[in-house]
């Protein structure tokens, strides 16, 4: 009798262990929904937001495109912002309405709200106003950028200490470091300066760069980015003459002499060739009959 009950316990116990592992495969097939916001600020005056939406199953993230979310500014049942549909990588971007202005400026700091059919999905995602100045200054020969981060506190503007801050020079692949440092952190003043080393750095035809200071998620003012331009590069001259030259990489009318000899010797090789062939078997031909 003893024996008979072990069995059932041992029974009970494999049917509990195969209940708990279908539950968590099934939970690890379902996946789970992550939703991210990331606020941007250029140039001080245009906001806007970008949603990010994935789908995480079993430790691996895919963009969820296609998805449709409500966007709404500090109440959920009114101050709508957008509805937004996810791209094919996942992402929606969403600017603030010239409607909502009023409402922008009525606080310092603000909570943006995403909805998913009635449901909120974000609900606590705060950013407080700020905004970077971005100056240069020339001393004995030697160039520096300057940095300032404000924060909007009791509707006046003071500085932000302890913002981390990427300073230099926008080029394609992101930005450039005016300096040795790779980022740079605001003092008590909300101010860095950042030696500019990068010299001889190509430029446009006015031998302009684009200076830029950017804030890049920071934990209370998202995403602020500010842009300069300065002649600070060197000019590029564009030859006007370039595509009328004989090269590689013009039109098939300015296709090189030396291309044009190897190409047509290959036409005219083989052709030959070909003919002389023909000729051989016309003559073989006529032996034979």
């Known amino acids: 009798m003893k024996k008979i009950n072990q069995n059932r316990y041992i029974l009970l116990f494999f049917i509990f262990s195969l209940m708990l592992f279908?539950?968590?495969?099934?939970?690890?097939?379902?996946?789970?929904?992550?939703?991210?916001?990331?606020?941007?600020?250029?140039?001080?005056?245009?906001?806007?937001?970008?949603?990010?939406?994935?789908?995480?199953?079993?430790?691996?993230?895919?963009?969820?495109?296609?998805?449709?979310?409500?966007?709404?500014?500090?109440?959920?049942?009114?101050?709508?912002?957008?509805?937004?549909?996810?791209?094919?990588?996942?992402?929606?971007?969403?600017?603030?309405?010239?409607?909502?202005?009023?409402?922008?400026?009525?606080?310092?700091?603000?909570?943006?709200?995403?909805?998913?059919?009635?449901?909120?999905?974000?609900?606590?995602?705060?950013?407080?106003?700020?905004?970077?100045?971005?100056?240069?200054?020339?001393?004995?020969?030697?160039?520096?950028?300057?940095?300032?981060?404000?924060?909007?506190?009791?509707?006046?503007?003071?500085?932000?200490?302890?913002v981390e801050l990427k300073v230099g020079i926008q080029r394609h692949g992101g930005v450039l470091s005016a300096g040795d440092e790779e980022t740079y952190t605001t003092d008590s003043s909300g101010s860095i300066t950042a030696e500019f080393k990068k010299l001889n750095l190509p430029g446009d035809q006015k031998g302009n760069i684009t200076l830029i200071a950017q804030a890049d998620e920071n934990e209370f003012f998202g995403n602020l980015i500010i842009e300069k331009p300065v002649k600070w590069g060197i000019a590029t001259k564009i030859d006007n003459n370039f595509f009328e030259q004989r090269t590689l990489w013009t039109t098939r009318f300015k296709t090189p002499y030396w291309l044009l000899f190897m190409a047509y010797s290959i036409i005219i090789g083989v052709w030959g060739t070909i003919i002389y062939l023909i000729r051989q078997l016309i003559k073989i031909k006529k032996l034979g009959s």
């Open 22 to 162: 279908e539950n968590r495969g099934f939970a690890q097939d379902a996946g789970q929904e992550i939703v991210k916001l990331h606020y941007y600020n250029f140039n001080n005056s245009v906001q806007y937001l970008i949603l990010e939406s994935t789908l995480k199953k079993n430790k691996v993230f895919t963009p969820q495109k296609d998805k449709t979310y409500e966007v709404y500014l500090d109440s959920s049942g009114t101050n709508l912002i957008a509805k937004v549909k996810t791209d094919t990588t996942g992402k929606g971007k969403v600017f603030l309405p010239p409607a909502l202005k009023k409402s922008w400026d009525a606080s310092p700091q603000h909570t943006f709200i995403v909805k998913a059919e009635d449901e909120e999905i974000i609900s606590d995602f705060i950013i407080t106003k700020a905004k970077i100045t971005l100056d240069t200054v020339n001393t004995d020969g030697a160039r520096s950028i300057v940095a300032t981060v404000f924060k909007l506190e009791n509707n006046q503007w003071v500085p932000a200490k302890d």
